[in-house]
């Protein structure tokens, strides 16, 4: 048996909104083949499958907000059977609704009332009463923990509480004043909102240090003019594929940048996982994955950025962008900064920025001359690395940006 | 003087008139059969020999035709109290009421005021079948530019008609026929209003709106629901137009279940806006959908087997009712 869940989306998001299922019971399910589409407070986002199954049933209705890691899907494995499905969902009921707590009577109602053994209907849209729906809202509680006894197994007002008071710890306080202070459904809000929980968490706990470097890009610049004078414009290549396979290939060499602080331990990434930070129109960022940036070559990091870029600000990320980055990329040279030096996007140990391309006056080789410069900085988890590696890692990734062909196919 | 009596609804209709009569030298009666016979439902019942016929005045069989003359009267100053048998041949005075009497004050630019009212029987319940039978108070309760008037009870029936007089505007005042012999003390002198519903029963969980000849039935629902734990509150709407929404609204909000019972039939009737008025103003109060229990939609039959079966009992507003509580009522 399979449990499909929601997948972790990244470290500000813990929560979302199922919008609708691709799959329905009896479908085939293969790797990677997006399952359903849950809205975060960031973006909607395609969730994709990582098994290959068949779907036994669909346990979550659209229009449920359901945290991270809660079963939406039972798959079955090859030569599984639906009873087979129907036993492991009777053995693990209790993790499915919580049965633990208490069912809801009315208030006026005798002892005699008989128990309500109610599940909740899985083929139509849940049923909340408008009532209880805004004391949810009030009470910081997630429906999609409360157990319904009104007709056809609506909740009800009297359940919210219930549930309410039965997991007092269920909604945080700060969170509240929050939510309070902007009207439910303001999306840029929400978003912001998110944004502060990240942020404030990353300075909160995390030691940053922060080191620049100035890189020389004559010869990158010169070998981009010269490949993309043979090719057409929609082909051309820029600056930021060069930035992100140099980042990459860099951090082979120093995996203590590129991974996660979890609880107490560095655990370092499988994989070049490089986030893209793609600020919205509307307000705020997301920094979804090119994966396995180290190896791939430049002209396909070019497309897949232009396509992450245009997906970003239309609203339709993977769970796997969304989830996987191991490291950030932040370019404000656009906006006509000179350097950045970055706010780490926890659980990450690093952030690499790349800030305006300008003529400087430059030595080489003893001459004074004019050279494009670009200012590479890196803020770091002190708790993992220290400056002296984090100096290193600046330096191999100038040195990687002097020979860009290597870079083109440097994929090993 | 403020001494309780015991009354019939039929008794305190009577006395109203009389009263009425007594008070102002402009109130008369008229309609058929209201003098000699004594109005068909009893209610004009010696009215005649104590008023004489110039004030108690029996009319052909044409509806359109005294109420016309009611209208004629009422704009040249008197106070007229048109009695029609039952609300189904109101029908034939429809033109009077909707395009003359509802509509002459604000024709005239509010110079002419229409000081009438009108009393008519309705519902059912007494196999008189479907010409006598229906209850269309709820198409009267469309129009602007008359009130109407749904006693429930004794003291209504005794206290409505004095201030329905006193309104410049036409006023139409519904009796069930399943009242009349009702009997309730009441006191004597008791004030009533003609602009608020009332809560009829106190309760916490559930509110039952009616009015009229459903209030018994509504009440002896809410009394059944006390074995289930239901607490339920009972709104009589005593007035159907205009409706006192705020009355039901702040009952629902606080009760977030609705049940409304009308003897019209679901289909567009006063039940439906009274259900829309709900889901546009307590929509995020309720903790159920809007239940209603109405007519079947036949005309009433005549059988009694088959017009119980026709019109809302208390069984299925006691039914309606727990439903609203799912699993935990059942």
Same mark, same amino acid.
């Given at each position: 048996m399979i449990e499909f869940k929601l997948p972790y989306l990244g470290a500000d998001i813990d929560e979302g909104t199922l919008l609708e299922w691709h799959v329905k019971p009896g479908d085939r399910v293969t790797k990677g083949a997006v399952v359903a589409v849950v809205d975060t407070a960031k973006a909607a986002v395609d969730i994709e499958s990582w098994e290959e199954g068949t779907v036994s049933e669909l346990l979550i209705e659209p229009d449920n907000l359901i945290p991270v890691g809660a079963t939406m899907a039972l798959l079955l494995e090859s030569g599984e059977s639906a009873e087979q499905a129907a036993q492991w969902k009777a053995a693990h009921a209790a993790t499915l609704v919580p049965a633990t707590a208490p069912r809801p009577q009315l208030a006026a109602m005798g002892s005699g009332a008989p128990v309500v053994t109610a599940q909740p209907a899985t083929a139509a849209r849940r049923r909340v009463s408008p009532a209880a729906r805004k004391r949810a809202d009030e009470l910081g509680v997630?429906?999609?923990?409360v157990l319904g006894t009104g007709p056809d197994g609506a909740v009800t007002v009297a359940d919210v509480e219930q549930a309410a008071s039965a997991a007092p710890a269920v909604a945080p306080p700060p969170k509240e004043e929050a939510v309070q202070a902007h009207p439910p459904g303001d999306k840029a809000a929400e978003m912001r909102r998110i944004i502060a929980a990240a942020m404030a968490r990353s300075k909160r706990e995390i030691p940053h240090y922060y080191l620049a470097e100035e890189v020389p890009l004559t010869r990158a610049m010169q070998w981009l003019a010269d490949t993309n004078a043979t090719r057409p414009i929609t082909e051309r290549l820029l600056l930021a594929p060069l930035y992100v396979k140099a980042v990459a290939v860099a951090l082979k060499q120093f995996p203590e940048l590129n991974g996660f602080w979890r609880d107490t331990d560095f655990v370092p990434g499988v994989g070049i996982h490089v986030g893209v930070a793609i600020s919205l129109r509307q307000g705020g960022l997301i920094a979804p994955a090119i994966h396995d940036a180290d190896q791939k070559d430049l002209h396909p990091l070019m497309r897949e950025l232009g396509d992450l870029v245009k997906r970003t600000r239309a609203g339709s990320l993977k769970s796997s962008e969304m989830a996987d980055p191991t490291v950030t990329i932040t370019n404000l040279g656009d906006q006509g900064v000179d350097s950045v030096f970055g706010v780490i996007y926890p659980p990450q140990v690093a952030l690499v920025g790349f800030g305006r391309v300008r003529q400087r006056p430059w030595v080489v080789d003893g001459q004074l001359r004019i050279a494009p410069i670009v200012t590479a900085s890196l803020a770091a988890d002190h708790r993992v690395s220290d400056g002296h590696r984090g100096g290193l890692f600046l330096a191999a990734v100038r040195d990687l940006l002097q020979t860009p062909e290597k870079l083109a196919s440097q994929n090993d | 003087m403020n001494a309780a009596r015991k009354l019939t609804y039929r008794d305190a209709l009577r006395e109203a008139m009389r009263e009425a009569m007594q008070r102002d030298g402009r109130v008369f009666v008229m309609g058929e059969d209201v003098g000699r016979y004594g109005g068909t439902y009893a209610v004009t019942k010696g009215l005649l020999e104590e008023f004489g016929a110039e004030r108690v005045r029996d009319t052909p069989l044409s509806e359109l035709a005294f109420v016309g003359t009611g209208i004629g009267a009422a704009l040249g100053g008197m106070r007229p109290i048109v009695e029609v048998m039952t609300v189904n041949f109101s029908l034939l005075a429809l033109d009077q009421i909707v395009n003359n009497a509802a509509t002459i004050r604000h024709m005239s630019g509010g110079q002419f005021s229409i000081p009438l009212v009108i009393r008519m029987t309705t519902g059912a319940g007494r196999q008189l079948a479907a010409q006598h039978s229906h209850s269309l108070e709820g198409w009267y309760a469309h129009v602007p530019g008359i009130k109407v008037l749904a006693p429930a009870t004794v003291e209504d029936a005794r206290g409505m008609l004095w201030p329905a007089l006193e309104d410049p505007d036409p006023v139409l005042i519904f009796e069930h026929a399943q009242l009349f012999g009702v009997t309730a003390e009441v006191s004597e002198g008791a004030v009533v209003d003609i602009r608020h519903a009332k809560v009829a029963r106190e309760g916490a969980n559930v509110t039952l709106i009616t009015y009229g000849g459903m209030l018994p039935k509504a009440l002896q629902a809410a009394q059944e629901l006390v074995a289930d734990g239901i607490e339920a509150e009972v709104i009589d709407l005593r007035v159907l137009r205009p409706l006192d929404s705020e009355s039901f609204l702040a009952s629902v909000r606080k009760t977030r279940r609705a049940v409304v019972i009308d003897e019209g039939w679901r289909s567009g009737s006063l039940s439906a806006e009274i259900s829309a008025r709900i889901m546009e103003q307590a929509f995020f109060d309720l903790d159920a959908p809007v239940a209603r229990v109405c007519? *079947? *939609?036949? %005309?009433? %039959?005549?059988p009694k087997h088959l017009e119980d079966a026709a019109l809302p009992q208390v069984d299925k507003i006691v039914a309606a009712a727990r439903a609203l509580f799912g699993a935990a009522a059942q």
């Open positions: 997630k429906l999609e923990r | 007519s *079947e *939609e036949v %005309p009433i %039959p005549y």
